[in-house]
């Protein structure tokens, strides 16, 4: 049964299920358009994003924000949220358990929100999402259609920061992104205008 977006939230709010919970300020369940056809998924909340509450709102938020806006959207018009909800003590990569813990509320969040295609950022999603042992630097940049979504692993905005160099391989994952959204008839206003 299809849960409400209220009663979704409001579980995940009194969610107590694993460890994550203990030290945070906020709960982080996501936002954006509940209609998007296109969703991005990180890894968890770091520490901008717990003071607030908003899913990808630190430095990593800024470059993911441009990074929607090269697509030709703007972050209104997708849905943005992470594999846990509540922020790993030091910014840690969530246990797989942890990640196993919260994905009953991404899977309905998923249900909620009917995209065509998703973007996962970074290792920990396309882990938790696709296969354990996927590898993000082999790995991204290649489709995965399950049940009719498309899935497009590709680097983490964090580790773009971290190494400029991978810029310009996750734009092309992107570029691909776009030409899917196109196909599907979901083409963005403009098509998207420039790299990250
Ligand atoms: S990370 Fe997810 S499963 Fe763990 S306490 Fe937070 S909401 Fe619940």
Known sequence: MRVSWQSLYDEIYACEKCELCKQIHNKVPGQ???????????E???ADEDMQGLAFVGAAG???TKMIAAMGYDREQVYICNIVKCRPPHNRTPEPLEAQMCLPYLRQQVALVRPR?????????????????F?????????VEKKGVWFMPTYHPAALLRDESKK????RDLQKVMEKMKELG???SD??????
Do not use: C, S
């Not at 310009?168 to 734009?171: D, G």
């Open 32 to 42: 954006g358009d509940i209609h998007a056809k296109l969703m991005f998924i990180g």
């Open 44 to 46: 968890g909340p770091g």
């Open 62 to 64: 800024q470059l993911l």
């Open 117 to 133: 295609v998703i973007v996962l950022l970074g290792a920990t999603a396309a882990r938790t999402l696709l296969r354990e042992d």
């Open 135 to 143: 590898r993000i630097t082999r790995e991204h940049g290649i489709w």
């Open 168 to 171: 310009r391989e996750a734009w």
């Open 186 to 188: 979901e083409k963005a």
């Open 191 to 196: 098509g998207g205008h420039e790299g990250v």
